[in-house]
């Protein structure tokens, strides 16, 4: 056989074989160079497991020596015991911004807030814990400079509405809903936790969908100018949207528009468009400024001359009226005394006209007897007085 030495001097295990000094085993009569028997071996080998391991009096017999005894009172404490332990196990802690979800054999019933908790352990209840005060990001389309490979580019490269590509990187700030839902629906981290699995993905997955549909319907001139802020508001409300059709408790806080560039063969192009772009925005804003400048300063002068205008032909008017009414009143007094009103109005334009004369006119018999006085200082006053009036008038 294989395992045999054919020297006649070892045995299957490397070991001389084991004899009488006659040369003959205790294994049956066998000769020395014969091998061991098989059946000798496992007999031997029971033998000492039954001496290693005796039984006791609960196994079925022996020679009496045996373990401890077993009784109700034994039974009672262990299995007192284990219930104890399996009650015990039902305790848990909900530490604060986290939510216990709690299942009754595999189906929702509960959900709880911060604090120690207990529940029915397994398998009648199970609870899982949901982090729901943290805001999470995904990245889209930028992982680092080390980092990026195909895969971002992949997500990174969109086409625009204009048959362009547009080199698109974003990321999604979102949690999970924590806010009071209708009757008969699951709270938010419940279905968060049931309604899908690998959530970042999915977040993923939905985040680069509505970007790509939001870009396509867009120039690519608009994604790299004033666009920016309309692109990532449409794309957060498609998200969104999106995900309250998956039942999915997951709210999208804000999109985070990054950067869009052009294809690297275009880029200069497009960067002379863009500064092109900037360029003539900033002489509009010149342009615009100047009109609000200019216009109001010419609609003010068009104002004060109207009101000028209207200010000279009020005052011509009240002073054309005042002169008709006053030649009405005269000729109403001349009518009734012609003599007295014809004297009157002839000594009044006499004194009209003589009033700025320096003129003594003396009567012939005023000679008579006393000296007239002639007060030349005051007439020469009243003349440099009457100059200086004129002049300054002038």
Same mark, same amino acid.
């Given at each position: 056989m294989p395992w045999q030495d054919n020297s006649g001097n070892r045995g299957p295990w490397g070991q001389p074989p084991r004899g009488d000094n006659g040369g003959n085993r205790n294994n049956g009569g066998r000769g020395q160079g014969e091998p061991?028997? $098989?059946? &000798?071996? $496992?007999? !031997? *080998?029971? +033998? @000492?497991?039954?001496? =290693?391991?005796? /039984?006791? @009096?609960?196994?079925g017999g022996g020679d009496g020596r045996g373990g401890l005894p077993f009784n109700s009172s034994i039974a009672g404490l262990v299995g007192a015991g284990v219930l104890a332990l399996w009650l015990f196990s039902g305790i848990y +802690?909900?530490?604060p911004g986290e939510r216990a979800l709690v299942t009754t054999f595999g189906k929702f019933t509960d959900i709880q807030a911060q604090g120690l908790k207990w529940h029915v352990p397994f398998p009648v209840q199970a609870v899982e814990i949901v982090l729901v005060d943290r805001t999470r990001t995904i990245d889209v389309g930028f992982r680092g400079t080390a980092q990026r490979g195909a895969e971002a580019l992949s997500e990174s490269l969109m086409l625009t509405g204009d048959k362009n590509i547009a080199d698109v990187t974003f990321s999604v700030d979102w949690n999970i809903d924590t806010s009071p839902q209708p009757e008969g629906e699951l709270p938010g981290p419940a279905k968060f936790a049931f309604n899908i699995e690998n959530q970042d993905n999915v977040v993923r997955a939905v985040a680069e969908a509505a970007m790509r549909e939001v870009v396509g319907g867009n120039r690519l001139e608009l994604l790299l100018t004033s666009g920016r802020g309309d692109v990532a508001e449409s794309t957060r409300q498609i998200m969104q949207e999106a995900l309250n059709a998956y039942d999915s408790g997951i709210n999208i806080? /804000?999109?985070?528009?990054?950067?869009?560039? #052009?294809?690297? +063969?275009? /880029? &200069?192009?497009? $960067?002379?468009?863009? %500064? =092109?772009? *900037?360029? #003539?925005?900033? /002489?509009? %804003? &010149?342009? +615009? @400024?100047?009109? %609000?400048?200019?216009?109001?300063?010419?609609?003010?002068e068009a104002?004060?001359?109207?009101? &000028? =205008? =209207? !200010?000279? #032909? !009020?005052?011509?008017? !009240?002073d054309a009226r005042g002169q008709a009414e006053r030649f009405n009143q005269i000729y109403e007094e001349y009518r009734q005394a012609p003599d007295v009103t014809r004297q009157r109005m002839y000594l009044e334009t006499v004194e009209s006209v003589l009033a700025d004369m320096n003129k003594i006119v003396i009567e012939d018999d005023a000679g008579g007897g006393v000296v007239p006085y002639l007060p030349l200082n005051e007439l020469n006053n009243n003349r440099r007085a009457q100059s200086s009036a004129s002049g300054g008038s002038q």
């Open positions: 061991p028997d $098989l059946e &000798d071996l $496992l007999e !031997a *080998s029971r +033998q @000492r497991l039954r001496r =290693a391991f005796p /039984r006791g @009096r609960g196994g +802690q909900v530490n806080i /804000r999109v985070n528009y990054q950067k869009a560039d #052009a294809p690297p +063969q275009v /880029r &200069d192009a497009f $960067l002379d468009v863009f %500064n =092109a772009g *900037s360029e #003539a925005e900033r /002489r509009v %804003n &010149d342009a +615009q @400024r100047y009109y %609000n400048e200019k216009i109001p300063l010419a609609r003010g104002q004060k001359i109207l009101e &000028d =205008a =209207a !200010a000279y #032909a !009020a005052r011509v008017t !009240a």
